[in-house]
């Protein structure tokens, strides 16, 4: 599995190494110098802290939801972590719909279905994105352009929830399914993937995971505050506001995109933002966006290689599966 990983890993680190030097040329790369010079990266560990604070939160969230489902017979919180964690390192994925490796990883673990499992994977996609849709929300006056995509993505998302909760609907769906080839093996497994989402995303559930998912994205906004307290922005009750819509705008847009770990998107709206709000300069601006996307993106898709790595280690290589004839899928021996 690691090997299979790492060519993409690989590719990915040189996608994001594409971005900074297209950052750096696009604005003045010896500005980014001087800018890079001149941080005080006594704020160092405030950032790192801050984006450690959202990873913990994270995985309580995630250790919620596979406690609540029932599906972490055997897994022991150490072993939740490690689950967690090791999916991290697809986090450079579109959408991050890569973190289903934790289903796999905890298939081999309880031979808990990946289709029963991999809902948890896109709840907390929907809960990270109400969260920082929220968050965006707090700053939504300081930028005027961004309002509409705000008000597009708010409507859709509620839209997406009430339409996760009608059952009649979904039957209807499943029913064309069944008549389609391969339907009658397919459709069990869509019900199975629906069940566990609706439960996930009934409201009381959804409530509380987004509340976590709020307080622990927002700690990655204090970290890009604390950037820009290391460029020499004076400390404000302002410059939280700001430092959070930024951070929290640009993580949106990236994911929306669809483009792995948003690349690209990411760095670029977050750069003409702090250009535009702070108003940095571009070689600054440029320079706090890179130390940002390092400081969370990099330092989580880092833990969750070495997260892998251990859990190959401890567990050992892939086995080769064996069919489930309950579930209809195959499973860990």
């Known amino acids: 599995m690691l090997a299979q990983l790492r060519g993409k890993i690989i590719l990915s680190a040189l996608l994001g190494l594409g971005v900074v030097v297209v950052l750096g040329l696009a604005s003045d790369i010896g500005q980014v110098g001087q800018s890079f010079g001149s941080f005080s990266w006594a704020t160092l560990p405030a950032i790192l802290g801050f984006t450690a604070l959202n990873y913990l939160l994270r995985w309580l969230k995630w250790d919620f939801y596979l406690r609540r489902m029932g599906m972490g017979q055997g897994v022991s919180y150490g072993d939740s972590a490690l689950l967690f964690t090791s999916g991290m390192v697809m986090a450079v994925t579109p959408g991050k719909v890569g973190e289903v ?15 029963a499992s991999a809902p948890i994977v896109l709840a907390e996609r929907v809960t990270d994105g109400l969260a920082m849709l929220l968050l965006m929300g707090f700053g939504l006056t300081l930028y005027a352009p961004a309002r509409p995509l705000f008000y597009l993505l708010l409507a859709l998302t509620v839209v997406g929830l009430l339409i996760a909760q009608s059952r009649a609907l979904v039957d209807r769906v499943l029913a064309l399914v069944r008549k389609l080839p391969l339907g009658a093996r397919v459709a069990p497994r869509l019900l199975t993937a629906y069940l566990s989402m609706r439960e996930l995303l009934s409201w009381r559930i959804l409530l509380i995971s987004t509340l976590i998912s709020l307080v622990s994205w927002f700690g990655e906004c204090v970290a890009m505050y604390y950037v820009l307290r290391g460029l020499g922005v004076p400390a404000s009750f302002l410059l939280l506001q700001q430092a959070t819509f930024v951070f929290a705008a640009s993580t949106l847009f990236g994911l929306v995109s669809f483009l792995p770990g948003g ?13 535009r709000l702070i108003p940095l300069p571009a070689g600054p601006a440029t320079t706090a966006t890179i130390i940002i996307r390092f400081c969370t993106l990099w330092f989580g898709v880092t833990l969750g290689a070495v997260a892998l790595a251990l859990f190959s280690r401890r567990y050992g290589d892939e086995r080769e599966p064996a069919a489930d004839p309950a579930a209809g899928e195959p499973i860990a021996r």
């Open 101 to 115: 490796l934790k289903s796999y990883l905890l298939k081999r673990l309880n031979g808990t279905p990946i289709s």
């Open 263 to 275: 690349l690209g998107v990411s760095e670029g709206s977050s750069t003409l933002m702090l250009e």
